[in-house]
């Protein structure tokens, strides 16, 4: 592809007396795979440098290697001016070097306050026999304050949601180098940090990175193109393990970004909404009907057609996730019930229910999703181990296993992957295609997803778009829940609101007169709507 705008050579980052760190050639294979080739880059110092590339480019290795958690076979990298080769993630963090994981690594049963100083105990020992939890609590204290978080450092972790967690986790990573270990020049590694906060804590986000810039570096991963754009001041585009160029913010836009990264535009239908399907059957595909996910919430009755695509959209505090959760019955609801096409109602069982045509994927992969240490294989065949990997008798068909888990690798473009492959050497975005695929074996009638492309680039996000609508071509059912609202509003046929654990509105989506963003959170807001009657929007 010819670039529209000028591009530094990546393979020969300028000089500068002002890096904070410089790796140069960095290279890693794992067997025949070679998942990072020749890579050089620099973070100057107080910058924002961000990598871009498709999922399986090798960002995450990038970060692995600077956090201490893998070593490259060739390469060197200097930090501060010295040689920097940790040869753990605890050395790293010694030297100055602290990351956000992009799946979340904080304890929930365990009060906040450990988890913002955990590995750093040592600090409030006293007399080496017992710990000064009140100077931990003081220190953690002024950590959040610092960050700008409403958090009680003593409540249990696991009571705050979502969002609120993921923002502990970038204020222990942004903060603690400098207020606890006394580092002068952090460099800080955010892997899709923004991914999983809500909008409130966004803006408490980017406060942070600006306050952290005044004295330290942050190496920034996104497929959020917009934020990249607006708060890098280098990007370095990476595709297929190699360096493909450097750039500017002023130099780049999203579609030029794209195209760099997966080597040809993104399509201006990038939900092929042309394929949205106008004519519905009457008949449900999938019934909840008196569904209350939990105490306090009130009863949810809604129908998905065949062929339809239910959007379900919400703050994060919204109760979108625990309705999915309580439809699919992975988490029993209490009350109401569920029929699929025309079988009878039922409380939901999730195991009864993917014996009958439902499938779910949830939001967080790595909690609930798939088992990182055990191979590719084995993660997509857990979802069929007792009818279709199994002979009657109970032996495992492991050739048949082998083949359908290879036929979904070359059907999804599953990157740097084969049957045998452990899952935690994929990708985020590759895991995530491997955990659809568990479910696209079992041909589902109905499929709820919670957030199915978080953490997942551009080019991926495209592919899983176009899987979704050939699933709709086939007459499957789908409850889309997600926080991304282009993705809510280009590919739902209706979006159902959420405040609160009630739907307060719900909202046409037809092709040719999608909602806009504006209209979804004006209705997400508390006290914007009262009832779930359908809300007419004009656009």
């Known amino acids: 592809m010819t670039a529209h705008f000028p591009v530094t050579p990546a393979s020969n980052p300028p000089p500068s007396q002002a890096n904070l760190l410089e790796a140069r050639n960095l290279s890693k294979a794992y067997g025949p795979v070679t998942v990072l080739s020749d890579v050089s880059f620099d973070v100057p110092a107080r910058s924002v440098v961000t990598l871009v590339g498709e999922n399986g ?21 200097t930090f501060a001016g010295q040689p920097f080769r940790p040869d753990s993630h605890r050395a790293a963090v010694r030297l100055g070097v602290t990351r956000v994981f992009q799946e979340q690594s904080l304890v929930h049963n365990v009060p906040v306050y450990e988890n913002l100083l955990i590995g750093e105990e040592a600090r409030y020992a006293r007399f080496g026999q017992w710990v000064d ?16 978080l409403d958090v009680d450092v003593e409540r249990r972790t696991g009571d705050y949601d979502f969002s609120t967690r993921q923002s502990i986790e970038i204020a222990r990573a942004c903060l603690t180098p400098t207020l606890i270990r006394g580092v002068g020049e952090p460099l800080i590694l955010l892997d899709e940090p923004t991914s999983a906060l809500d909008r409130r804590d966004e803006d408490t986000f980017f406060d942070l990175v600006r306050e952290v810039r005044k004295y330290g570096s942050l190496l920034f991963v996104s497929h959020r193109m917009a934020e990249v754009l607006d708060i890098s001041d280098v990007i370095y585009v990476l595709k297929d393990g190699a360096l493909a160029a450097r750039l500017r913010p002023d130099e780049t836009d999203e579609h030029h970004l794209h195209g760099l990264m997966v080597g040809r535009e993104r399509a201006r239908d990038y939900y092929y909404e042309a394929r949205q399907h106008r004519e519905l059957p009457p008949r449900a595909g999938l019934r909840a ?10 009863e949810v009755t809604l129908e998905v057609r065949p062929g339809e695509i239910l959007g379900i959209g919400g703050l994060l505090d919204s109760g979108k996730s625990e309705l999915g959760k309580a439809i699919a019955g992975v988490r ?12 009878a109602p039922q409380a939901p069982d999730i195991r009864r229910s993917a014996r009958a045509g439902l499938g779910y994927i949830p939001a967080e992969r790595l909690v609930e999703g798939i088992i990182p240490a055990f191979p590719v294989a084995w993660n997509f065949s857990i979802g069929s181990g007792c009818d279709l990997f199994s002979t009657r008798a109970g032996f495992w068909r492991r050739g048949a296993e082998r083949r359908a888990a290879h036929r979904h690798i070359e059907a999804l473009a599953v990157r740097s992957a ?3 492959t452990p899952m935690h050497r994929l990708s985020g975005g590759n895991q995530q295609k491997v955990v659809l695929a568990r479910w696209l074996e079992r041909r589902p009638e109905v499929l709820v997803l919670d957030n199915p492309t978080r953490g997942v680039d551009a080019g991926a996000k495209q592919e899983i778009y176009r899987v979704l609508r050939d699933l709709t071509d086939q007459g499957v059912a789908i409850v889309l829940i997600t926080d991304e609202l282009l993705e809510l509003i280009g590919l739902s046929n209706r979006i159902l609101i959420m405040q609160r654990g009630a739907v307060v509105a719900d909202v046409p989506a037809p092709a040719d007169a999608k909602p806009s ?4 959170v004006a209705l997400m807001l508390p006290g914007a709507a009262s009832s779930s009657e359908q809300v007419e929007i004009t656009t």
Do not use: H, W
């Not at 939890?133 to 700008?148: H, N, P, S, Y």
């Not at 029993?332 to 079988?343: E, F, I, N, R, Y």
């Open 57 to 77: 480019a090798g960002k995450s290795t990038v970060f692995n290697i600077l956090s201490g958690l893998t070593r490259p076979d060739r390469g060197t990298i």
């Open 133 to 148: 939890r009140k100077a931990m609590v003081r220190a953690a204290r002024r950590i959040v304050e610092t960050a700008g």
């Open 289 to 298: 009907e008196g569904i209350r996910a939990a105490a306090g919430a009130s």
């Open 418 to 420: 084969r049957p045998e």
């Open 517 to 520: 963003e504006q209209d979804l």
């Open 332 to 343: 029993a609801p209490v009350g109401g019930t569920v029929a699929l096409k025309d079988g």
